[in-house]
């Protein structure tokens, strides 16, 4: 699509979106609507062959969610958007849509837990195979690629250890074969990372979490170009049906205009308590993509505007004391999920990460000692003290 505006901050609240042709509301309107009526039955027909334009049926389409749609790809510098009904539904609409009987993935080492359920499924249904890559050099990569590869897919910060992996070597390595590149930029938002500029084909969103960023959604995005999203709506989202609800939609609309805003104040709190939690006596590990001594900074000094607002660390000690930890917090909450207004803390190898066989659990490097924190938009100093005592109780 084209972009009316050029500046971010300026596209989260603006794009499209035209009050004049909605009576001059300021905000979008909520179509909170199943069905359209048709002025005659030939009037009907010619929107079912696709003569006219218009709408007909809210899986098929509904205004609200059309402006949402416009604005994540404007945000995204991709073509097309698409919402679903959750992240998941728009990773299996995308991945359903690419593949067929027997072809093959190459995966990222680190996966949402339920993308690789979905993986695992697809594989012992329909002989959909994958293998895992580093995705560290080009050379591994191209050695995983077979001729049935029918994608990549990436998770860049990979959740939960926060490794980096280089979009741009990807989508070059993918351009040698012909294959589309598909990130899930959950993590990231488009405010600090854009794949498509980066090359890659296909981007995937949570929108529950950052995109959202007030805890009271559960949906999905999914940007590229137009003439692939065109077929995952005309297949897998209408014959399969994981759509959002116009509310939803209006819900991401209004959270989306403090995108920009909310994200800087979880990445200057998050590098607050980065600080203090790497010289604690009682963590082992701080993973955050914004550490300028991990070997992967140089990738986020490249591909991300700042460090997000997720930080993984290891305690010294047990599963057991892992989650006396957990217990011993005051306000922060205990809660999968990321990107809200809270604080959110988790223990990836019990909760998120329980769906993967302990052996690949391992080689994602998801101990019984990992801990998940999802740095919220409350004082740094609050966030801390609270983690601190925690941490002091072990
Ligand atoms: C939460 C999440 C998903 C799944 O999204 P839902 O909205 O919960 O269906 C996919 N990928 C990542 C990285 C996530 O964090």
């Known amino acids: 699509?084209?972009?009316?505006?050029?500046?971010?901050?300026?596209?989260?609240?603006?794009?499209?979106?035209?009050?004049?042709?909605?009576?001059?509301?300021?905000?979008?309107?909520?179509?909170?609507t199943s069905t359209y009526t048709f002025d005659t039955a030939e009037q009907g027909e010619r929107r079912f062959a696709g003569d006219e334009d218009g709408y007909i049926y809210s899986r098929l389409g509904n205004p609200t969610v059309k402006v949402l749609e416009e604005?994540?790809?404007?945000?995204e510098n991709g073509e097309r958007g698409l919402a679903f009904g959750s992240g998941m539904a728009a990773v299996s609409a995308v991945l359903v849509?690419?593949?067929?009987?027997?072809?093959?993935?190459?995966?990222?080492?680190?996966?949402?837990?339920?993308?690789?359920?979905?993986?695992?499924?697809?594989?012992?249904?329909?002989?959909?195979?994958?293998?895992?890559?580093?995705?560290?050099?080009s050379e591994e990569l191209r050695s995983l690629i077979k001729p049935e590869t029918a994608c990549i897919y990436v998770e860049t910060p990979i959740n939960p250890t926060m490794k980096l992996i280089d979009l741009e070597m990807v989508s070059q390595v993918a351009k040698e074969f012909d294959i589309p590149v598909v990130v899930d930029n959950t993590f990231?938002?488009?405010?600090?990372?854009?794949?498509?500029?980066?090359?890659?084909?296909?981007?995937?969103?949570?929108?529950?979490?950052?995109?959202?960023?007030?805890?009271?959604?559960?949906?999905?995005?999914?940007?590229g170009k137009k003439e692939f999203l065109d077929s995952v709506q005309m297949t897998t989202q209408k014959d399969i049906g994981g759509i959002i609800s116009p509310f939803d939609a209006w819900l991401l609309l209004r959270g989306l205009k403090t995108l920009p805003i909310r994200l800087d104040r979880h990445c200057d709190n998050a590098e607050k308590v980065f600080e203090k939690l790497r010289v604690h006596p009682k963590v082992a590990n701080v993973y955050y993509p914004n550490d300028t001594s991990h070997p992967d900074y140089p990738i986020r000094e490249k591909q991300m505007k700042r460090g997000g607002g997720v930080i993984s660390f290891?305690?010294?000690?047990?599963?057991?004391?892992?989650?006396?930890?957990?217990?011993?917090?005051?306000?922060?909450?205990?809660?999968?999920s990321l990107g809200d207004a809270e604080t959110l803390i988790e223990h990836p190898a019990t909760m998120t990460?329980?769906?993967?066989?302990?052996?690949?659990?391992?080689?994602?490097?998801?101990?019984?000692?990992?801990?998940?924190?999802?740095?919220?938009?409350?004082?740094?100093?609050?966030?801390?003290?609270?983690?601190?005592?925690?941490?002091?109780?072990?």
Not at 109 to 134: A, I, N, P, R, W
Not at 191 to 219: M, N, W
């Open 353 to 394: 990460h329980a769906v993967i066989p302990e052996e690949f659990r391992r080689d994602m490097r998801i101990t019984d000692q990992l801990i998940r924190l999802s740095v919220g938009l409350e004082a740094w100093e609050d966030i801390w003290h609270d983690l601190e005592q925690a941490l002091d109780s072990i």
């Open 97 to 137: 849509a690419l593949t067929k009987a027997n072809d093959h993935i190459v995966c990222s080492s680190g996966l949402y837990g339920c993308t690789f359920g979905l993986l695992t499924m697809m594989q012992e249904k329909y002989q959909v195979t994958h293998d895992f890559s580093q995705m560290e050099t």
């Open 188 to 223: 990231s938002s488009p405010y600090l990372q854009r794949p498509i500029e980066l090359g890659c084909d296909v981007v995937i969103h949570s929108a529950t979490k950052y995109i959202g960023g007030h805890g009271d959604v559960v949906a999905g995005l999914v940007v």
């Open 71 to 75: 604005r994540i790809a404007a945000l």
């Open 314 to 336: 290891e305690i010294k000690g047990t599963k057991q004391d892992a989650q006396k930890m957990l217990n011993a917090l005051s306000f922060l909450k205990i809660a999968v």
């Open 1 to 32: 699509m084209s972009k009316k505006y050029s500046k971010f901050e300026t596209s989260v609240i603006h794009e499209g979106y035209n009050a004049k042709d909605m009576l001059g509301s300021l905000t979008t309107p909520l179509f909170q």
